[in-house]
């Protein structure tokens, strides 16, 4: 049965960091696409980054060049290095796990392994 456990959220100051971790369990082989998502109080959940096997990268407009997203395949971990936190970056924060290629990256619909959500708070 695969897992997938996310880790690392908490609350911080505007300008702060935190970094998540997302490991995946169940399964011999990694995770061909994983991706992180977010979901603010009263919005709809929405993309934030992906990586496949390879280590292609899709990362959001809204974060771009302060979140990076990494992964460890021999640790079947995924992080995501979030600097310069915004309080608009508030939200639960999802893992998402995939073995099909082509790798889903932004659409939510193409993810079959959801973890239960990091909360993330960015005060000002």
């Known amino acids: 049965q695969v897992q997938v456990v996310e880790s690392g959220g908490g609350s911080v100051q505007a300008g702060g960091s935190l970094r998540l971790s997302c490991a995946t369990e169940?399964?011999?082989?990694?995770?061909?696409?994983l991706g992180w998502f977010r979901q603010a109080p009263g919005k709809e959940r929405e993309f934030v980054s992906g990586?496949?096997?390879?280590?292609?990268?899709t990362v959001a407009d809204s974060v771009k060049g302060r979140f990076t997203i990494s992964r460890d395949n021999a640790k079947n971990t995924l992080y995501l290095q979030m600097n310069i936190l915004k309080p608009e970056d508030t939200a639960v924060y999802y893992c998402?796990?995939?073995?099909?290629?082509?790798?889903?990256?932004?659409?939510?619909?193409?993810?079959?392994?959801w973890g239960q959500g990091t909360q993330v708070t960015v005060s000002s």
């Open positions: 990586i496949n096997r390879e280590g292609t990268t």
């Open positions: 998402a796990a995939d073995w099909r290629d082509p790798c889903p990256m932004g659409r939510i619909e193409g993810y079959n392994y």
């Open positions: 169940g399964y011999v082989v990694p995770p061909y696409c």
